[in-house]
């Protein structure tokens, strides 16, 4: 026998191997190796949140990334911006790449009510994600070029490991409520200011007793009546494992969210498989795929009628002494102005939309050579969008109308298939131990053809049959049409670093598109960045504190195309009749729109230096940046003279003029503040906070009537200016000046709508002194973007219990809030918010609240700094306690891992916001109509129970 020997090895952590791996566009690097700017969210982050969407999980988890969710609505969009908005007309949303398959969500509506848009990032059930990477400087972004000036989401989902086979159970059930209620008069109180506003105006009082309004004792809190308690439910199977050729995930899920507000609802049936296979050692294949069913009950702003934002202000201004029913079973309307019942606006409406969508790929992976891979992936973004709309013959806004108008029924059918393929090189040559090189070529295509076509009938007999086929005239002219683009791109990148030191990459992307004419057909899309691991060097100190510590610096350019397909042609439409030979009508076509085969896409530059540090073994790790986003061919359209036989009023077309610019900070930090030992308690912190800076800097030149050519400004809404200058959204209205008190005062002041002031009427400063308050007199008043936002998480643990603090704020914005324009006018028939009980009178004089009038003769309520406040808020975002069970008594019952918790979201919000929410926004996906609260559905304050379970 021989000699027997003891080795004893000891094994060494290398930092850099087991490091956080982040996934860039068409591979991934290590974290220490990127140069450049990168936010990672985990899976934890996101399953902590139970949400619709993985987009409302982002919110306050990234720096640079700021998320909102402007309305409550279930089932409504998510406004996502990357280092603020770099365009004033093209879709601000960042590129989404789903397991390889890019997706720019469109929020595409045919039966649009209000501004609500369905959400399509919800077909993507959050359960089934494993890490979202945020590529926000020109250089991460750049290797998508054309799709990519509003930054990259590069999510990934889960994938099965090695082992045997894991069941998973994720089931969680929540309640719903209304957050606050806003403070209405009552029945003796409108009673008594109707009464008011009538003898403001020298009108009759509306009630002869305002003491006893009505003779049934009604007094309708229309609020209690449209909103209930709600629930959201989540269920969700999933399988993974693997062996080392095979490896998979399957799930199916299914979410279901009943909204606060009356017949409004979101629910998504979900099914995921991610399959691997190893066919040989050199081939592998394998497929991403996603599919489901979403269903949206949007019926909660369905009446316009009020010359109002729908249901939801309706609850507000609808008046107390109207009953929700009369005693002969029909809907109570106002009776001085007939305007709906919020009640019967929604029982009466039904706005469903059933949307199928499948997102995937099937790929295959080649061995070339030992250090040269080849890839080729066949993807798809299939969309299928049914909407469908019923008003019934007993709504209450058409229920004195002929009965040939009465009842309406409009669809809407969308079909959308986008297929891409795409091929890629990589290689990874052995040049030694301290080059390392990582070589990337590849070939995209992408190509869609869009269908769609509505219509819509009214004149309904009764409501037995709600579709098209019951009504007994058409109305408008049925619809349908269909719009195609491609584009083919050709990339390439180079990842070098030099013993882990001296770090860089260059990247070119080259992109043809049919958006644009042959001559203006391909956009090249450079980029550039170098990374410096000082604590790498020699030189740098030993024994600190520091343990990592690298400077990164980039510059890259990307696009935007993201214009209507056919923009670049001259447009022509139907339905423009004539009369012809004999007294007959003859169809007619009529030119709309001026073509202009000169456009071209817009083009960001960014500029972008960063500092990663970690210290005291990486429990502390930090992360700053700084970044200029300048975007430069904005495609604004330009008006033109109607002598051009350009459509519209006024008639445009569509240019490349001016240019806008984002400057911003990020902060990013994560601590370990005590190291869970053997169980005991542990504590960490992840903070982030960012600001940016919006300004426009050119918009071209106008010709003004007087000939002289000035800087071009935009009156964009009623409210906002695009202006050289000043920050995108800026608004624009009239300066208040306090209230008049007297005749004298009244006499002496500026006319306003041609009319000498009353004591009680709001002034308005005359900013160009010529004795009447006018436009002219309009001015830039505020900003409803905000100077910073973030967010900070505390995870607290002990045994197996859990603890989950997520706060997250937006601060230094302002909100312009339209309900109390409307609910604060005492000019009109609808209820009002307490506060006008204060308003101006002889013996009131110490208000800011002028005086009630009936019909506003002097514009008291026209848009002002008046109605701006202060939109800053903190919220308790999410508070999750949580305990896993032992396993020595889950094992019992056959479970791996078992855990309970309880959730609650939107607990307490801090803010002097007087409105419902401060995280609103009326007209959500616009560059420059945003900020503005004007009947947006709710925030709901959510408690949630569930458990998380492995088999």
């Known amino acids: 026998m021989g000699t027997t020997r003891t080795f004893e090895v000891r094994l060494k952590d290398d930092q850099q191997s087991v490091g956080e791996v982040v996934v860039v566009g068409y591979g991934t690097q290590n974290r220490q190796e990127v140069t450049t700017a990168v936010t990672s969210v985990g899976a934890a982050a996101i399953e902590r949140q139970p949400v619709a969407g993985f987009d409302q999980a982002l919110q306050g988890q990234a720096p640079g990334v700021q998320v909102t969710a402007p309305t409550g609505a279930p089932g409504a969009g998510i406004n996502v911006r990357v280092r603020g908005n770099a365009s004033l007309n093209l879709n601000g949303s960042p590129l989404y790449v789903v397991d390889g398959v890019p997706i720019i969500p469109g929020y595409n509506q045919e039966v649009a009510v209000g501004n609500q848009r369905l959400n399509p990032l919800n077909a993507i059930n959050p359960n089934d994600i494993e890490s979202i990477d945020v590529l926000k400087d020109g250089a991460a972004a750049a290797i998508y070029g054309v799709r990519a000036a509003n930054g990259v989401v590069v999510i990934t989902t889960k994938h099965g490991k090695v082992g045997q086979t894991q069941v998973g159970l994720n089931v969680y059930y929540g309640r ?57 439910q989540n269920y969700q199977l999933s399988l993974s494992g693997g062996t080392e050729k095979t490896r998979y995930y399957i799930s199916g899920g299914y979410f279901n969210q009943q909204g606060i507000s009356l017949n409004s609802g979101f629910d998504r049936y979900s099914f995921k498989l991610n399959l691997s296979e190893e066919l040989s050692s ?11 069913r979403t269903h949206t009950n949007g019926s909660v702003r369905s009446e316009l009628a009020l010359g109002n934002s729908g249901t939801v202000l309706g609850a507000l201004s609808q008046i107390p002494t109207v009953p929700i029913l009369n005693p002969n079973g029909t809907y109570g309307v106002n009776p001085f102005n007939q305007s709906d019942n919020p009640v019967g606006d929604l029982l009466e409406t039904s706005n469903l939309a059933n949307v199928y969508q499948v997102v995937g790929n099937i790929y295959g992976e080649y061995d070339v050579l030992k250090n040269l891979k080849a890839r080729t992936s066949v993807g798809i973004d299939f969309t299928s969008q049914n909407e469908n709309q019923y008003i019934s013959t007993n709504y209450p806004g058409t229920s004195n109308a002929d009965a040939s108008v009465r009842g309406r029924a409009q669809v809407g059918n969308t079909l959308v ?45 009764n409501n037995g049959t709600p579709y098209l086929s019951g009504g007994s005239a058409v109305v408008g002219i049925p619809y349908s049409y269909e719009e195609q683009w491609s584009l083919v791109s050709y990339f390439a990148r180079a990842t070098y670093d030099y013993n882990g030191r001296y770090l860089a990459q260059v990247s070119m992307r080259a992109d043809g598109t049919s958006r644009f004419s042959t001559q203006n057909r391909f956009g090249y899309f450079p980029a550039v960045s170098l990374g410096w691991n000082l604590a790498k060097e020699s030189f740098f100190p030993q024994g600190t504190p520091i343990s990592t510590a690298k400077l990164r610096a980039s510059f890259g350019a990307n696009g935007n195309q993201e214009i209507y397909p056919y923009q670049r042609y001259t447009r022509y439409s139907t339905g423009n009749n004539y009369q012809g030979t004999g007294g007959a009508i003859a169809g007619g076509i009529t030119q709309t729109d001026i073509g202009n085969d000169k456009l071209k896409w817009e083009t960001t530059y960014q500029y972008d230096a960063g500092l990663d540090l970690g210290a005291f073994n990486n429990r502390l790790t930090f992360t700053f940046d700084a970044y200029i986003k300048h975007t430069k061919d904005l495609l604004l359209y330009v008006p033109i003279p109607l002598s051009t036989g350009a459509g519209g009023n006024p008639s445009t077309v569509l240019q490349n ?3 806008i610019e984002n400057r911003g900070l990020e902060f990013g930090l994560v601590t370990t503040n005590v ?18 800076r919006n300004k426009v800097l050119d ?16 009156l964009s809404t009623g409210y906002s200016i695009s202006q050289v200058g000043q920050p995108l959204g800026a608004f624009y209205g009239y300066v208040t000046q306090g209230i008049i008190q007297t005749a004298a005062e009244g006499k002496a002041a500026p006319t306003q709508n041609g009319n000498k002031l009353s004591p009680g009427d709001q002034r308005f400063a005359d900013l160009n002194g010529d004795g009447v308050i006018d436009p002219k007199d309009q001015t830039v008043i505020g900003n409803p973007n905000p100077k910073w936002f973030g967010g900070v998480t505390n995870n607290f643990s002990y045994k197996g219990l859990e603890l989950s603090v997520f706060f997250q704020g ?34 009131n004089t110490n208000t800011d609240i002028p005086r009630p009038v009936r019909n506003d003769p002097n514009g008291n309520n026209r848009f002002s700094n008046r109605w701006l406040e202060d939109g800053s808020y903190v919220r308790l975002k999410n508070l999750t306690l949580a305990y896993n069970v032992p396993a020595a008594f889950s094992s019992h019952a056959a479970i791996k891992n078992l855990r309970v918790y309880l959730t609650a979201q939107n607990l307490i919000t801090w803010t002097k916001y007087t409105g419902y929410d401060p995280e609103v926004s009326a007209d959500p996906f616009s560059s420059t109509g945003f900020g503005r609260d004007y009947g947006v559905y709710p925030q709901a304050r959510t408690y949630t129970v569930g458990l998380n379970a492995n088999f």
């Open 176 to 232: 719903q409520y209304l957050r606050k209620k806003l403070d209405v008069l009552n029945a003796q109180q409108f009673a008594q200011e109707f009464n008011a506003i009538q003898a403001g105006a020298g009108l009759p009082p509306g009630y002869t007793d305002p003491n006893n309004p009505s003779p049934t004792n009604t007094n309708t809190d229309w609020q209690d009546a449209v909103y209930r308690p709600g629930y959201q």
């Open 282 to 292: 050199r081939f592998r294949m394998g497929t991403n795929l996603n599919l489901s």
């Open 417 to 461: 298939p986008i297929w891409l393929l795409e091929n890629t090189l990589t290689y990874n040559p052995n040049l030694g131990d301290q080059h390392h090189l990582t070589l990337l070529a590849g070939q995209s295509m992408q190509a869609s053809d869009r269908i769609t076509s509505g219509a819509t009938t009214q004149g309904f007999p």
């Open 657 to 659: 003029v001016g240019s």
């Open 675 to 692: 190291e869970s030992k053997d169980n005991g308690f542990g504590w960490n912190t992840s903070f982030n906070i960012s600001a940016n």
């Open 699 to 714: 918009l071209g030149q106008q010709v003004g009537s007087d000939g002289v050519s000035t800087n071009r400004t935009i």
């Open 810 to 843: 937006s601060f230094g914005n302002q909100i312009y809030n339209q309900n109390r324009q409307i609910l604060e006018s005492q000019s009109d028939p609808l209820n009002q918010l307490t506060t006008v009980l204060n308003h101006w009178t002889p013996t």
